[in-house]
């Protein structure tokens, strides 16, 4: 039993050694941890120009627009917020199906010196709300939610909401 | 007569294992393998049969009665298998972190079959979840991979899944890849939190999580309830099949020891002539 006893408490102790190294070691690399930087991270601390990093943040609703470059390419312009700053960012390749405005997005790619950001690559970042098609509808109708604006309402008020029957329900 | 090559108790071969005291208490009542494989053999059809019954009613549920979602489509149906594959990817280490503690300070003998027989099925749940993923990623997001805290944690559980299941077999002395193989899974029980709160520690493309969550889950009850029953059902059918790997397990370890036995008698003067085949399986 003593010997037992004795395992369980260098096992314990080896645990925690174990567990606040890695926690110091991820709290260290913090910044290095962060997939991507939302538009209030750049408007405190903007990266150099040339550096190539991720902003990443909703699509501001009614900042879509679709132009075409001189050269005939196509070219889509938005803003990315995260509610309190926003970003221009100008993308020219092809946006990913779930791009819309009140989406969320990471983008790849460089600040200008003009402060619009330029990228490369857009991602699509999708929240925790999965509902059918009819509720959301319902939803959008009976003015709970506008997707343009965000993400859903609590999910209280609508997970148990009946799909079957289409009608708007408050 | 089979049972009493396993009670414990004075004989002439040497045991299986270096089974426990009997004395242990409730942890040592499972430790005799004679008892392990009576009782897991009386559970073993029920769960065969409950794992089957719910995968049949949760995946067709979930594959074609639940509705699609708003914005995903039907593209959401991945993650009637993905999610169950991410949980059990660590619910599995959990359960092998358990079994190294068993191991290392009760030196629970059946722990270690377990966890050998555990890390591949384990790897196999994590492979599953992150190509579920990555095909879940594409239509989606638009990208099959990316470096975010989420994606890099679940690969790196998979790496500890194979890497287990690797070292427990580099060893020639079976009990030293055991101890070496229980002290990786603890070590790797560190990551098990980093999966579940990367996305809440850092920025990650991968969203946040919707059933575990304090408030209300983000899902609607027709796609929840499908999710859970297949979350079930795939977590039985993961039960049923390292039960099973862990009783034949057992098995070719008793056969072994028979073969041993036999080959030492047949060594002895006097009854050669029926044991020198039995011990022609070893040589």
């Known amino acids: ?6 395992r369980l408490w260098v096992l314990l102790l080896c645990a925690i050694g174990l567990g606040s190294a890695t926690a110091l070691t991820l709290t260290a690399f913090q910044d290095n941890l962060v997939f991507f930087r939302s538009p209030s991270d750049i408007a405190r601390d903007a990266p150099k120009p040339d550096r190539a990093f991720r902003l990443g943040g909703l699509v501001e609703g009614g900042s879509v627009t679709r132009e075409s470059t001189p050269d005939g390419r196509p070219e889509a312009r938005f803003r990315v917020t995260d509610g ?21 997005v990471v983008t790849l790619g460089k600040l200008g010196p003009d402060g ?24 959008k109708r009976s003015g709970h939610w506008n997707p343009n604006q965000g993400a859903a309402p609590p999910a209280a008020t609508w997970n148990t909401l009946e799909s079957a029957p289409a009608r708007p329900r408050t | 007569m089979e049972n009493a090559e396993t009670r414990q108790g004075p004989r002439p071969q040497p045991p299986a294992a270096p089974a426990a005291a009997p004395r242990g208490g409730a942890l040592h009542r499972f430790a005799n393998p004679g008892r392990f494989l009576r009782l897991s053999g009386r559970v073993q059809p029920w769960l065969i049969g409950a794992a089957v019954l719910t995968l049949g009613i949760g995946l067709p549920w979930g594959l074609f009665l639940s509705p699609p979602d708003y914005q995903q489509g039907d593209t959401v149906r991945i993650m009637y298998v993905h999610v169950p594959m991410a949980w059990l990817a660590m619910g ?16 629970h003998p059946l ?28 239509p989606m997001w638009g990208t099959w991979w990316v470096w975010d805290a989420r994606l890099t944690s679940v690969l790196v559980l998979f790496f500890l899944w194979l890497g287990h299941a690797a070292l427990v077999r580099a060893f020639d002395d079976a009990e030293r890849g055991a101890r070496m193989g229980a002290i990786l899974a603890l070590v790797g029980a560190v990551n098990v939190p980093i999966v579940k709160f990367s996305v809440d520690w850092w920025n990650t493309l991968h969203q946040p999580a919707s059933v575990t969550r304090l408030n209300a889950p983000g899902l609607h009850v027709d796609i929840l309830y499908p999710l859970l029953v297949c979350a079930l059902g795939f977590t039985l059918a993961f039960m049923a099949l390292v039960l099973a790997r862990t009783r034949a397990a057992v098995m070719e370890r008793r ?29």
């Not at chain 1, 039993?1 to 004795?6: C, E, L, S, T």
Request: with cysteine.
């Open chain 2, 255 to 283: 056969i072994r020891t028979l073969q041993i036995a036999a080959a030492r008698r047949a060594e002895e003067p006097g009854n050669a002539p029926l044991d020198a085949r039995l011990a022609g399986d070893l040589a």
């Open chain 1, 84 to 104: 309190a700053t926003a970003v221009p960012v100008t993308y020219g390749g092809v946006l990913p199906d779930l791009f819309r405005e009140g989406q969320g």
């Open chain 2, 111 to 138: 722990a270690d079959l377990a966890a050998r027989e555990l890390s591949p099925v384990g790897a196999a749940a994590t492979a599953m979840c992150l190509a579920t993923g990555s095909l879940w990623g594409k």
């Open chain 1, 116 to 139: 619009v950001f330029r990228a490369s690559e857009v991602l699509a970042r999708h929240d925790e709300s999965y509902m059918p098609p009819e509720v959301a509808d319902a939803l």
């Open chain 1, 1 to 6: 039993m003593n010997r037992k006893r004795r």
């Open chain 2, 92 to 107: 599995g280490y959990t359960g092998l972190a358990v079994t190294a503690i068993l191991s290392l300070i009760w030196r």
